[in-house]
């Protein structure tokens, strides 16, 4: 089977649908009240870094995933278990961000159809997807990712034309200080959606420019979060923070108050495909993670794995968790120290601590060549 190579465009669109992804179902930076802003802005600076952390992981050992650099930089004994941690964790943030799309579905768009329902269908959509493989993931995202950004400007634009933006719900700026919007990046915030990439790891080695590759990395997380930090304005500039904190969905809610002359209202539909392209890329990426994460301990193709894997986090997705609060307690209190923190810094920077010593010991200022067997094709 032939190499599957993505274009810089196509990675371009994956990052920017996969940082948009579920972080437009909630308010980013509610902490900070009417800074929240101002959180994402600063959070997308420190998200550039992380990223940054990320490629250069990657760059030393060029063309390799994730798990074929963790068995260079240990070997495979330690990193079978090492990567059967991560493949589950990949799986885990994907039943989440289904489970999100599901909830949103049931409780706005299709009150009477079960969420099993929804998640099952949006599954076969995912799997159909991974099954053919990544460049189908790059093709699909690289054609639908610009109607996202035009219907978040179409949005905008409703907005002010309908009279719901007012900048006194974000003023005074700062009232508290800088303090709290730094107190409020941490750990949430800059875990998510930048400590995520960890998983485009598992995507960078598709890329066959590796020259242009970190440029184009840089300049789409860069545009996401210019983009999360306008939506959360417009957000916060339309609902005020007290709604917005209160509300379940609040791009949807944002959406509702959308009336121009009593004939263009209820435009539900954009928010919805913003959310949903969003969701199938990120979920679709973490899923792929995982089974290059089975493909590298079994050393069979990712493929025969893609059929059960998706029934499975179909199931788990559902049962996940109760209701919609637990939900989003589960992943505001419980993940980001549990999860996010070990598994998206602290082994990835003593993994670089490694390779940079082998490098160092080797006395090559080359990059890292990995001896991993190849997986059959």
């Not at 959180?39 to 420190?46: A, E, G, I, P, Q």
């Amino acid at each position: 089977m032939l190499k599957e190579n993505l274009s810089l465009s196509q990675l371009f669109a994956i990052i920017i649908g996969f940082n948009l992804g579920t972080t437009l179902v909630v308010v980013l930076g509610i902490t900070a009240k009417e800074d929240a802003w101002i959180t994402v802005l600063l959070s997308t600076f420190t998200g550039l870094i992380i990223t940054s952390f990320f490629l250069n992981i990657n760059e030393l050992v060029p063309s390799k995933n994730l798990f074929e650099i963790i068995e260079y930089g240990f070997n495979r004994f330690l990193a079978i278990p090492i990567t059967l941690v991560y493949t589950l964790y990949f799986f885990y943030l994907a039943a989440r961000t289904i489970r999100d799309f599901g909830e949103l579905t049931s409780t706005f768009i299709l009150p009477l159809t079960p969420i099993e329902i929804i998640v099952i269908t949006l599954m076969f959509i995912i799997g159909y997807i991974l099954y053919l493989g990544i460049e189908i993931l790059g093709r699909t995202t690289e054609i639908f990712t610009p109607y996202s950004a035009l219907f978040l400007l179409l949005l905008i634009i409703f907005l002010f034309a309908s009279e719901n933006i007012s900048f006194t719900k974000i003023q005074p700026v700062l009232a508290r200080g800088i303090l709290p919007v730094i107190e409020s990046m941490f750990p949430i915030e800059v875990s998510r959606p930048y400590g995520e990439l960890i998983v485009m790891t598992c995507v960078f080695p598709h890329i066959s420019n590796l020259k242009m590759r970190k440029k184009s990395v840089i300049y789409s997380v860069a545009v996401s979060g210019i983009l999360l930090t306008i939506a959360t304005l417009i957000i916060t500039l339309s609902l005020g923070i007290t709604t917005a904190s209160r509300a379940t969905f609040p791009l949807l809610s944002t959406t509702r108050l959308i009336s121009i002359g009593n004939f263009l209202e209820r435009i539900d539909a954009l928010a919805v495909f913003i959310i949903m392209l969003g969701i199938v890329i990120k979920s679709s990426v973490f899923i792929y993670g995982g089974l290059k994460g089975l493909e590298y301990i079994f050393k069979y193709q990712y493929r025969y794995f893609v059929i059960p894997i998706v029934c499975i986090i179909s199931m788990f997705s559902i049962f996940i968790s109760m209701e919609i609060n637990d939900h989003v307690k589960e992943g505001a209190v419980a993940v980001p120290y549990l999860l996010y923190l070990p598994l998206q810094f602290a082994f990835p920077c003593f993994l670089l601590f490694v390779l940079l010593i082998k490098k160092f010991i080797n006395k090559g200022n080359a990059p890292l060549h990995d001896k991993t067997k190849k997986i059959p094709r």
